[in-house]
Structures are given as C-alpha cells and as structure tokens.
C-alpha cells in the first residue's frame, strides 16, 4: 500500500516468479505477465540484457547513452532495466530469415522457423493502439514511456512512436515479430504507469480509462487520477 496524493494505492500483488529480481523490479515482471495474458501464445521476449539502452541498468549504460541522458532516466533504481520485448511468433517466417538483422538487435529469429508467410494481425493490433495514443496530444496514458517500436501493417518496415519527443521512430527488423517497449527509468517500480499502458493495449478510449473510477484497478479514484495525469508532456 502506498498513500498518494492523500489516497491509499494498492498495488498489483508482486510477480512471485520474477527470474532476476536483481535486474527486474517486481512491478516490471508483473507487467510482462499481464502482456502474455492480453495475447495468448505471445511470450516474453526478454527485459534485462546486458548491452547498450533501457535493457541495460542506468548504471551498466554509459554516461552519453541516449537511455540515461534525459531527466525521466536520471531517476529510479541505477540497477534495474526498463524495457520490454513481447514477441508474437506467429509474425516470425521463413521470409524474415532472409532479411539483414541488426547484431544487437532485441531478438535474432530462431532456429526452426517453417511458416510460410507471416501473421501480423495480433502484432500489428497492439502496434497500431500504441502509435494512435501516442499521436493523440489529448491522451496522457503513455507519458511514462519512452518509445515503442513494433510492426502496425503487412510490409517489412518497421513503425514506432516516441512518446517523449512526439515523433516518428523505428528499428531493425526483428521489431517485424515483437514489439519492444522502453520506460522511462524513473517509472520502473510504478504499476500506475503500467496501468496506463495496459489501457491503450486493451484498446480502451482515454474515457474509458479515466472513467473506470481507478485508472486502472490501482485505488486511485477518477478525479484524482485526472488531477495527476490529465497533463500531456510537450517537446
């Protein structure tokens, strides 16, 4: 439990099975769960990986690395990730295999892919709800979040959106079969701002959100959480 803005939170119950709790705050493993739990059949593509950007802790991450530089990732625990793979292997083929993928890409294809073609329709639903909320200047949900990348049609290039900056971003082509989510360092051990998330992955409208009477099943009442997160970050 925790008091906010004179409000008892309840927080999610922490996620009992969390593998690296060195690396990943319970709040983080919590939110993988729920995203396998929105997609049957998705799995979790890795969140702690000790290379360059959120994967990384603050602390493993050199001082110029742009996943440590701005004031959102000054704050939180220097040991910790904050990014999140969620892979759809039904988006993986054998055409993927041919394309040039990135050495330090999030994930490389793995042996044995068969399917002919690839299926973006899931991928692409939960691509799509994060680039519309993000392009949306009136819905807040995302302001604790850095950037997605991920795949919102059929071709072979790769969409994204960063939510700090408002702009237009993408990846390496592994980003075709899972959609990679960096969080803004200073929000890894809140479940408020994975609520919020999980809101725009649902598919519900801001009105929705707000309305629930919790932001999220978290005990912060409609107008309290209009009071905290009605306020959309500019550039």
């Known amino acids: 439990m925790a008091l906010l803005a004179g409000v008892v939170v309840a927080s999610p119950a922490s996620a009992a099975a969390n593998p690296n709790p060195a690396r990943i705050t319970s709040a983080s493993w919590w939110l993988m769960e729920e995203l396998l739990k929105l997609q049957p059949g998705s799995q979790n593509g890795g969140i702690?990986?000790?290379?360059?950007?959120?994967?990384?802790?603050?602390?493993?991450?050199?001082?110029?690395?742009?996943?440590?530089?701005?004031?959102?990732?000054?704050?939180?625990?220097?040991?910790?990730?904050?990014?999140?793979?969620?892979?759809?292997?039904?988006?993986?083929?054998?055409?993927?295999s041919s394309l040039q993928v990135d050495p330090s890409a999030d994930k490389k294809l793995p042996a044995g892919i068969t399917a002919a073609a690839s299926n973006y329709s899931n991928i692409a639903r939960f691509s799509n709800r994060l680039l519309a909320s993000g392009q949306n200047a009136n819905d807040p949900r995302l302001n604790g979040w850095k950037e997605f990348f991920g795949q919102t049609d059929n071709d072979t290039t790769v969409e994204g959106w960063d939510f700090r900056y408002h702009r237009a971003a993408s990846s390496d082509s592994s980003h075709l079969w899972h959609i990679h989510l960096s969080e803004d360092r200073d929000k890894v051990e809140s479940y408020d701002n994975k609520q919020a998330l999980l809101s725009v992955l649902r598919g519900e409208t801001v009105d929705q959100w707000l309305n629930r009477g919790d932001c999220g099943s978290n005990g912060v009442s409609g107008l309290t959480c209009q009071a905290l997160c009605l306020v959309r970050r500019v550039p």
């Open 48 to 96: 702690y990986a000790d290379k360059p950007g959120y994967h990384n802790t603050r602390a493993a991450n050199s001082s110029d690395n742009y996943s440590v530089r701005d004031a959102e990732d000054k704050g939180g625990p220097s040991d910790k990730a904050a990014a999140y793979d969620w892979t759809f292997p039904e988006a993986q083929s054998l055409a993927l």
